[in-house]
C-alpha cells in the first residue's frame, strides 16, 4: 500500500467512526457511497464494526469484573483479587514490582525514581541486555544509580517470563469448539 | 418415508444481488454492521434486545435491497458494498426513531482536506500538532503514517486486534483533525 493510499483509506476509516458516533447520515451515506465500490475502504469498515464490537465487549466485560470485585472487596475484606495481567509489559508494571518487593541497599534517589517511574506507561524496550535498558532509560528518564538500573532489568525480565506464561497457559486452557462428532 | 430431496436453489449468474443476499459472509459482516452501531446507540438496552434489533434491521435492509435491485448498477458498486448503503440508512432510521435523536451537522469536508494537507505538504505543523496527542495516540499515528507499519504489524506490537488498531487510529486522526481545526481558528 502506497503512503498516499494508506492516508486516504486512514481519513475515510476516520470520518467513518466520527460519523457512527455522532449518527450523521449524510456523512455516512458519501462514505458509503465510496465504499460501495471500493474493497480497501470496505474491509476498513467492515474493521470498525469489528472494533466497536470488541470494544463494546470490553467494556461490558470490565463493568462486570468492577462491580464483582468491589462486592468481594465490601463483603469480604479478607479475600485477595487476583487480576490477570496481560499485554505488554510497562515501566510501571517494573516500578511497582521493584515498589513491591524492593532490593536491598538501594539508595534513597533510586526509591524517589522508582516512585516516579509508577506513573509511567511506556513499553520496556525488547532488548534488555544490561548496557541497553540502562542507556535507554537514562535518555527517557534521566541518571540513575547503576544499582537500581540493574534492578529494574532483573524485575523487567521477570515481568516478562511471568506474563508470556500466563498468556501461553490461557492459550492452552481456553474453550475449544466440541467437534461434529462430540469430541 | 424420507421426503425427497431437492438440491438448494442457487441465485441465477447474472444476478449478483441476490447472490450476495445469499452469500454467509456478507449477511455476517452486515450483521455486525449493524450490531457495532446499535452497540454505540443503544448501549443502555439490554443485550438480547439489541441482537434481536440487529437481525430485524438487517433483514428490512435486505427487504428494500431486493425492491429495488433493478437499480443496483454494478459498474458503480459491489454487491456488498450496495447492501451496505441500505443498512446504514435503516439503522439511522431506527436509532433515531427508538432515541427520538435528532439529525446530527456534518463535519465540514475541508476539516478533512486541511489535515491531508499537512501529510502531504512538508508541514512542520504536523509534529507540533503530533506532540499535541495523548502518548498513546501518538504512537499509533507514528507507527501507521510515519513508519509504514500496517494494522497487522500494529497489533501484533500492541498486543490487539487488527480491529482495535483500526479504531484507535481513526479516533487519533479524528483527534488531530480537532487539533489542526482549533489551531486553524486560533490564528
Given at each position: 500500500m502506497t503512503p498516499q493510499n494508506r492516508l486516504r483509506v486512514s481519513l475515510a476509516t476516520a470520518r467513518y467512526l466520527d460519523a457512527l458516533?455522532?449518527?450523521?447520515?449524510?456523512?455516512l451515506d458519501t462514505l458509503w457511497l465510496q465504499a460501495a465500490n471500493d474493497p480497501e475502504l470496505l474491509a476498513a469498515f467492515r474493521d470498525i464494526h469489528a472494533g466497536l464490537i470488541e470494544e463494546h465487549a470490553r467494556r461490558n466485560a470490565t463493568e462486570v469484573q468492577n462491580t464483582v470485585a468491589s462486592a468481594v472487596e465490601e463483603h469480604m475484606p479478607g479475600a485477595e483479587i487476583v487480576r490477570p495481567e496481560i499485554g505488554p509489559v510497562t515501566v510501571a508494571d517494573v516500578a511497582a514490582e521493584l515498589f513491591r518487593h524492593p532490593p536491598a541497599?538501594?539508595?534513597?534517589?533510586?526509591?524517589?525514581?522508582?516512585?516516579?517511574?509508577?506513573?509511567?506507561?511506556?513499553?520496556?524496550?525488547?532488548?534488555?541486555?544490561?548496557?541497553?535498558?540502562?542507556?535507554?532509560?537514562?535518555?527517557?528518564?534521566?541518571?540513575?544509580?547503576?544499582?537500581?538500573?540493574?534492578?529494574?532489568?532483573?524485575?523487567?525480565?521477570?515481568?516478562?517470563?511471568?506474563?508470556?506464561?500466563?498468556?501461553?497457559?490461557?492459550?492452552?486452557?481456553?474453550?475449544?469448539?466440541?467437534?461434529?462428532?462430540?469430541? | 418415508m424420507t421426503p425427497a430431496m431437492h438440491p438448494p436453489i442457487?441465485?441465477?449468474?447474472?444476478?449478483?444481488?441476490?447472490?450476495?443476499?445469499?452469500?454467509?459472509?456478507?449477511?455476517?459482516?452486515?450483521?455486525?454492521?449493524?450490531?457495532?452501531?446499535?452497540?454505540?446507540?443503544?448501549?443502555?438496552?439490554?443485550?438480547?434486545?439489541?441482537?434481536?434489533?440487529?437481525?430485524?434491521?438487517?433483514?428490512?435492509?435486505?427487504?428494500?435491497?431486493?425492491?429495488?435491485?433493478?437499480?443496483?448498477?454494478?459498474?458503480?458498486?459491489?454487491?456488498?458494498?450496495?447492501?451496505?448503503?441500505?443498512?446504514s440508512h435503516v439503522l439511522s432510521e431506527q436509532c433515531r426513531t427508538i432515541r427520538k435523536q435528532p439529525a446530527q451537522p456534518t463535519v465540514h469536508p475541508g476539516a478533512w482536506e486541511a489535515l491531508e494537507g499537512r501529510f502531504t505538504k512538508d508541514d512542520s505543523d504536523l509534529s507540533e500538532l503530533l506532540g499535541c496527542l495523548p502518548a498513546d495516540q501518538r504512537e499509533i499515528v507514528s507507527m501507521h503514517h510515519l513508519d509504514g507499519l500496517s494494522h497487522r504489524e500494529i497489533a501484533a506490537r500492541l498486543w490487539i486486534s487488527e480491529p482495535t488498531s483500526r479504531v484507535r487510529l481513526a479516533r487519533a486522526m479524528n483527534e488531530l483533525r480537532r487539533l489542526a481545526a482549533e489551531k486553524e481558528a486560533g490564528r
Open positions: 458516533e455522532r449518527d450523521d447520515q449524510a456523512a541497599l538501594l539508595p534513597a534517589e533510586a526509591h524517589a525514581l522508582n516512585e516516579r517511574l509508577r506513573s509511567v506507561t511506556d513499553l520496556v524496550p525488547a532488548d534488555l541486555g544490561l548496557d541497553a535498558v540502562a542507556a535507554w532509560a537514562e535518555s527517557k528518564f534521566g541518571p540513575g544509580p547503576a544499582r537500581y538500573w540493574a534492578a529494574f532489568r532483573q524485575a523487567a525480565l521477570k515481568a516478562r517470563m511471568r506474563r508470556s506464561a500466563d498468556t501461553e497457559f490461557r492459550l492452552a486452557a481456553r474453550k475449544t469448539a466440541p467437534t461434529p462428532e462430540g469430541g | 442457487a441465485a441465477p449468474p447474472d444476478d449478483p444481488v441476490r447472490a450476495a443476499m445469499d452469500d454467509s459472509h456478507i449477511r455476517a459482516e452486515l450483521l455486525a454492521h449493524s450490531r457495532s452501531r446499535l452497540s454505540l446507540w443503544l448501549n443502555d438496552r439490554p443485550p438480547t434486545v439489541r441482537e434481536e434489533l440487529a437481525a430485524e434491521v438487517v433483514q428490512e435492509a435486505l427487504a428494500r435491497a431486493w425492491d429495488r435491485r433493478a437499480d443496483f448498477d454494478r459498474t458503480r458498486a459491489t454487491p456488498a458494498g450496495w447492501l451496505h448503503g441500505f443498512l
